[in-house]
């Protein structure tokens, strides 16, 4: 009587076992296909931004640089992009390019349309002599672009990256309210001491994964 029962359990077990490997297949193949369709942005790329944004902060809090803060900031951007892009691109180097280029263009197509239109609207105040309105513009633009960009990022850094998009919305919001004494402030504030905040904290959840 007791034959047929074993029969019976290994029957009853075989099903469960093929489950729990297909259950297991599949989650393999849809992280595969998640991780294929976004983009990691390493938390050193936001530290390294972060340091250059306070170093200009610096530099233009100090008297003799304070009137040329209009072209230290973006000449700094311009640096800090470069150098975050460059830590992007030597990450990927080792990995398939095939495999994450289409993730960077996605990243770059959300990214960039924000930075284009603060570019623009740069211009557009300076002609105006609105110059006063250029540093919340900067920041709640940047803050639109992050934002954007943090749809592509992978699952484990996306939280990060669209809190620290949001928190330069809202810095830009205040700025704008604020007198122009208080801008290289909130500048600083916020490309540089949010940058490094979120760059620890993305290089941390990255170690957790």
Do not use: N
């Not at 369709?37 to 931004?49: D, K, N, Q």
């Not at 180097?93 to 960039?112: E, Q, V």
């Not at 620290?164 to 500048?187: D, E, K, Q, R, Y």
């Amino acid at each position: 009587m007791q034959r047929p029962t074993s029969a019976f359990s290994a029957r009853s077990e075989a099903p469960a076992a093929i489950e729990s490997r297909a259950l297991g297949t599949l989650a393999y193949i849809r992280a595969s296909i998640d991780s294929s369709g976004s983009l990691h942005v390493p938390g050193m790329a936001g530290i390294v931004m972060g340091i250059i944004g306070i170093l200009a902060a610096i530099l233009v809090s100090l008297p003799p640089w304070a009137p040329h803060w209009l072209e230290i900031w973006p000449a700094a951007a311009v640096i800090a992009l470069c150098f975050g892009g460059a830590l992007v691109a030597r990450q990927i180097a080792p990995h398939s390019h095939t495999r994450y280029l289409g993730p960077a263009r996605k990243f770059l197509l959300c990214l960039c349309p924000a930075l284009l239109a603060g570019a623009v609207l740069t211009l557009v105040l300076v002609s105006a002599d609105m110059t006063i309105l250029i540093p919340g513009v900067w920041l709640l633009l940047y803050g639109c672009a992050v934002l954007s960009a943090s749809t592509v990022t992978t699952a484990g850094i996306t939280r990060q990256v669209c809190a620290m998009g949001t928190l330069f919305v809202a810095l830009g919001s205040v700025t704008f309210a604020l007198p122009a004494a208080a801008h290289t402030a909130m500048l600083g504030l916020g490309f540089g001491v949010l940058h490094i905040i979120f760059g620890i904290l993305i290089g941390r959840s990255t170690r957790a994964v």
